[in-house]
């Protein structure tokens, strides 16, 4: 986002600028005030991750129905960029509020509180992917890494689009209307399990299958997922990720640009 996106002043040069002030501070205080600093971004994803391995291959046997092997990585692969997508929008709901000073008396355009959570959370989704590699490197037999890996970095772009434009959507409304913070945790409680991270779109039966396509999401996660297993590719849930985050993008930054006065009187 620049600042001609929201329409306020100064350069595009200045805002990212500022935007990556905050976000490496906001990185610095997180790691800087506990002992294994930086390892908590591999040890978080990596305790997630064997516990969900154990139960829903040990404690519940899939049969091979859900997924693909090895599962560990099918569900890594998911699970990572969930956690910077759920990470993050829980952040958009206090994203004016935690700096409310800040936001009233700064120069800065508002839109940069919701941007560095994007950065902030999406560096830590960087700093995560060790993770991946380690368990791609124990099964590697298992694995077949192709070209279509060069998909992955479209999945972060268009993952960044999606959530630059809820954090534009969520954040003014969070402001306004304070039960919105608990509605949005239990909405993504749901959509974790709404979501294809521990299973495919292709797993679930119809109609199911028709309507998950239509989480953005689904789309996103498949462009993760096929450099690993070719076999996850499907063009429709890409195309409606797409769409989906391009509308909501454009939907947030109407959003905030109508609600931004209203905001900065309410703080």
Known sequence: ??????????????????????????????????????????????????????????????GGRIGEEPYIVFLIVALLPWVWFNTAVSDFTRAFRKDSRLVRSTAIPRSIWVNRVVLTKGMEFLFSIPVLAIFVLFNADKVTITWSLLWFPVGMLLQTVLLVGLGLLIAPLCVLYADLERTTALILRALFYASPVIYSVSDLPAPFDAIGAFNPLAGIFTLYRVGFFPDQWETAPVLISVAVSALILLLGIWTFRSLERPVLKEL
């Open 1 to 62: 986002m620049s600042h001609a996106t929201v329409g306020a002043p100064g350069t595009p040069r200045r805002y990212l600028h500022s935007l990556w002030l905050l976000s490496s501070r906001d990185l610095r205080v997180r790691y800087s005030t506990s002992f294994l600093g930086y390892l908590w971004s591999v040890l978080d994803p990596l305790v997630m991750s064997l516990i969900y391995w154990f139960v829903f291959t040990q404690v519940f046997n899939r």
